[in-house]
């Protein structure tokens, strides 16, 4: 998996502004380094405010922007509404779009 987004990431690197990794993971430290070489920014968005904070400290230092889930969470998160239609809105179904101009207040589909 982490190959597999490793060539995706390079390939969409010359063509995009900034890329969002939701990861912990250290290995991704030098793909971020790659795509910042191609004049991409990168956020990472991670849980640091759980304990022990999980993101790999090199990961967090390498990226451009680091984020804590839980402070977007009253952003993008959900609550339990129901469809105009009446039906109930399950787990997995929405859309959360991010506005391209940096506003972290998403918008929800």
């Known amino acids: 998996m982490n190959i597999e987004l490793a060539v995706n990431a390079m390939d969409m690197s010359e063509h995009i502004d900034e890329m969002v990794f939701f990861?912990?993971?250290?290995?991704?430290?030098?793909?971020?380094?790659a795509v910042?070489?191609?004049g991409g920014r990168v956020?990472?968005?991670t849980c640091l405010g759980s304990q022990?904070?999980?993101?790999?400290?090199?990961?967090?230092?390498?990226a451009?922007?680091?984020l804590d889930l839980k402070?977007?969470?009253?952003?993008i998160g959900r609550?339990?509404?129901?469809?105009?239609?009446?039906?109930?809105l399950g787990d997995r179904e929405g859309i959360v779009r991010?506005?391209?101009?940096?506003d972290n207040n998403a918008q929800q589909l």
Request: net charge positive; glycine share 6%.
């Open 71 to 75: 402070r977007l969470e009253a952003s």
């Open 64 to 66: 451009n922007t680091s």
């Open 79 to 88: 609550t339990n509404k129901a469809r105009p239609d009446g039906s109930a």
């Open 23 to 33: 990861s912990d993971n250290g290995d991704l430290r030098s793909l971020v380094e």
């Open 52 to 62: 022990p904070a999980m993101i790999a400290d090199e990961l967090r230092r390498q």
């Open 36 to 38: 910042q070489r191609r």
């Open 43 to 45: 956020t990472v968005v």
């Open 98 to 102: 991010l506005k391209p101009n940096g």
